[in-house]
T-cell receptor, first 115, second 110 residues
Framework: DAGVIQSPRHEVTEMGQEVTLRCKPI?????LFWYRQTMMRGLELLIY????????DSGMPEDRFSAKMPNASFSTLKIQPSEPRDSAVYFC?????????????FGDGTRLSIL | GNSVTQMEGPVTLSEEAFLTINCTYT??????LFWYVQYPGEGLQLLLK?????DKGSNKGFEATYRKETTSFHLEKGSVQVSDSAVYFC?????????FGTGTSLTVIP
């Protein structure tokens, strides 16, 4: 079975540019999570969707960040304009949260470098 | 509130040594508990899980027992290998929410 698929795997861009990260969750999962991982802050939850609806976006750093989930099989995380401090690895994860024993399944991440 | 506390790393062990990574939790109900492993350049992978008190999760020689009385879920392995070098995350799930520890880096030297 295909796992969570993220694209691109690596992104290098200049400060001020728009960045779009993409995620395809596991088929049948009803929840999707975006995380950011850095050495300084570790793993941070940015936003969480349930049935395509944003439930908790309290971790989104500021208005430059936005996330959408137009359907059950696709989500985007957008940064506009990007800044060097946004450099990190961004992970997407999916789950079927109504079952208590169901874990999150993570993608391989997008390594983002803002110059 | 709900939270997970892991032992601080980094941890460095010689090959074939015994491993324990401590994890304790605070939860407002009855959580499910998980250990994830992250190898360099990769995402987090589920290592094992336990969904109720006294359950033991196991995988690849790793074990952890859900201890409700001590609110703990310590990860153990009897004999580590160089290939076990990674970052290990303890996590809990309660309701629809997940909470992760800060991760413990393990390096195993030959």
């Amino acid at each position: 079975d295909a796992g969570v698929i993220q694209s691109p795997r690596h992104e290098v861009t200049e400060m001020g540019q728009e960045v779009t990260l993409r995620c395809k969750p596991i088929s049948g999962h009803n929840s999707l999570f975006w995380y950011r991982q850095t050495m300084m802050r570790g793993l941070e939850l940015l936003i969480y969707f349930n049935n395509n609806v944003p439930i908790d976006d309290s971790g989104m750093p500021e208005d430059r960040f936005s996330a959408k989930m137009p359907n059950a099989s696709f989500s985007t995380l957008k940064i506009q304009p990007s800044e060097p401090r946004d450099s990190a690895v961004y992970f997407c994860a999916s789950s079927f949260v109504e079952w208590s024993n169901q874990p999150q399944h993570f993608g391989d991440g997008t390594r983002l470098s803002i110059l | 509130g709900n939270s997970v506390t892991q032992m601080e790393g980094p941890v460095t062990l010689s090959e074939e040594a015994f491993l324990t990574i401590n994890c304790t939790y605070t939860a407002t109900g009855y959580p499910s508990l998980f250990w994830y492993v992250q190898y360099p350049g990769e995402g987090l992978q589920l290592l094992l899980k336990a969904t109720k008190a006294d359950d033991k999760g196991s995988n690849k020689g790793f074990e952890a027992t859900y201890r409700k009385e001590t609110t703990s879920f310590h990860l153990e392995k009897g004999s580590v290998q160089v290939s076990d070098s990674a970052v290990y995350f303890c996590a809990l799930k309660i309701g629809n929410q997940f909470y992760f520890g800060t991760g413990t880096s393990l390096t195993v030297i030959p």
